[in-house]
């Protein structure tokens, strides 16, 4: 009988151990399905091709919200983004995040814009972003659904008292490509009037 109460016991023990070290939890949110998952995150699809991937990579001492919203909103901006919404979100189990909502429109031919969505969590083991993509066509209606799939995510790897899972949100930002607009404008008025 001994013996056979170890043989359940450690394979339990094993699994929640295992489910512990997991950075986020979400299962395929209604009209998706999972297509790739692995430890360092999950790949869903919807018929429409709009996707769904959750992205996890170790943090580093100094990462905060702050830190890593800039560096992704700075990467995306380069290739071409452009930032149209920042907002605060919680996941499920109350960790803060920002969602960053972007639009862009693929090099070549015949290309349709498209939209980018990225929910991004910082903790002290772990960032976990969350991005969305697809045809512009399909935004209205994927966006108006971030909230409520963020809603059944759960982050982990707070310590206890952590100042970056209670950090504060980044201050407002933009893409490279919303300042230089803003500075054409600027440059056409000084030029002198001809004359």
Avoid at 34 to 49: L, S
Avoid at 77 to 97: F, I
Avoid at 155 to 179: E, M, N, W, Y
């Amino acid at each position: 009988m001994r013996l056979f109460s170890l043989r359940t016991f450690i394979p339990s023990v094993l699994a929640v151990g295992l489910m512990a070290c997991n950075a986020y939890r979400l299962e395929p949110p209604a009209g998706f399905a999972e297509v790739e998952q692995g430890y360092d995150g999950a790949h869903m699809k919807a018929n429409n091709d709009v996707g769904l991937r959750v992205h996890v990579r170790h943090n580093v001492r100094g990462g905060t919200l702050a830190f890593w919203s800039l560096d992704l909103v700075e990467k995306l901006g380069e290739r071409g983004y452009t930032l149209v919404n920042q907002a605060p979100l919680r996941s499920k189990n109350r960790v803060a995040g920002t969602r960053f909502d972007f639009e862009y429109t693929p090099v070549g031919e015949g290309e349709a814009p498209r939209f980018y969505t990225v929910s991004l969590f910082v903790t002290d083991e772990h960032r976990v972003v969350m991005g969305m993509a697809g045809k512009q066509e399909y935004a209205a209606e994927y966006l108006a659904r971030v909230d409520e799939i963020v809603g059944d995510l759960k982050v982990s790897g707070c310590k206890p008292f952590s100042k970056i899972c209670k950090g504060p949100q980044p201050a407002r930002l933009s893409t490279a490509s919303q300042q230089s607009a803003k500075a054409e404008p600027a440059e056409a008025k000084a030029e002198p009037a001809a004359g």
